[in-house]
């Protein structure tokens, strides 16, 4: 099956300073990433869709200068948490969809990052 | 506002009991899919219901969708340690292009 790779699976930084976490799809294009955000014991909350070559579209809520995304190529969309806070930290996890339309369930998850921000 | 509400979102069992889980929106989907996820790791497709009423089995698993294409259900038999988890369903809302999942069912099953 289609794999997508998550990089660095956790990650462990100081308040003020900005991580980056990649997600790539090994085998296929990915037109369309999903990035979300996974509190401890809850479900994923889409943080925003990422459209290669474009911008992203953020959810309400999510500051998109907090969360820096950007998916210049088909195999790669990286989110960039800029200016770390503990309330930050939580697992992130992202998501490529292969072939045009959403929602026709070919969608494949990457292994989640973990972020700490002490 | 979560277009996906599961119940119930905990339940914790003996081994060899059934169980269902339901997932339901206000919205219309083309399509809904089931995860299971383990602590630490993505969502694990289980499955994907596409037709209003269709039903689908996957071992012990049944799946199906609601004739409206708003809800769907899992039903697990003879629920074994293995099992445990947490279950998503997801999907995309008609008129949109967001892929959100539900609230989440965290099953523990107690061996």
């Known amino acids: 099956g289609a794999v997508v790779s998550q990089h660095p699976s956790w990650v462990i930084c100081k308040s003020g300073t900005s991580v980056k976490i990649e997600c790539r799809s090994l085998d296929f294009q990915a037109t369309t990433m999903f990035w979300y955000r996974q509190f401890p014991k809850q479900s994923l909350m889409l943080m925003a869709t990422?459209?290669?070559?474009?911008?992203?579209?953020?959810e309400q809520g999510v500051e998109k200068d907090k969360f820096l995304i950007n998916h210049a190529s088909l195999t790669l969309s990286t989110l960039t948490v800029t200016s770390a806070h503990p309330e930050d930290s939580s697992f992130y996890i992202c998501s490529a969809q292969r072939g045009p339309r959403v929602g026709t369930g070919e969608l494949f998850f990457g292994e989640g990052s973990r972020l700490t921000v002490l | 506002t979560q277009l996906l509400e599961q119940s119930p979102q905990f339940l914790s069992i003996q081994e060899g009991e059934n169980l269902t889980v339901y997932c339901n929106s206000s919205?219309?989907?083309?399509?809904l899919q089931w995860y299971r996820q383990e602590p630490g790791e993505g969502p694990v497709l289980l499955v994907t219901v596409v037709t209003g009423g269709e039903v689908k089995k996957l071992k012990r698993l049944t799946f199906q969708f609601g004739d409206a294409r708003k809800d769907s259900s899992l039903h697990i038999t003879a629920a074994q340690p293995g099992d445990t988890g947490l279950y998503l369903c997801a999907g995309v809302p008609s008129g949109t292009y967001k892929y959100i999942f539900g609230t989440g069912t965290r099953l523990k099953v107690l061996a």
């Open positions: 990422s459209n290669e070559g474009s911008k992203a579209t953020y």
């Open positions: 919205s219309v989907f083309s399509s």
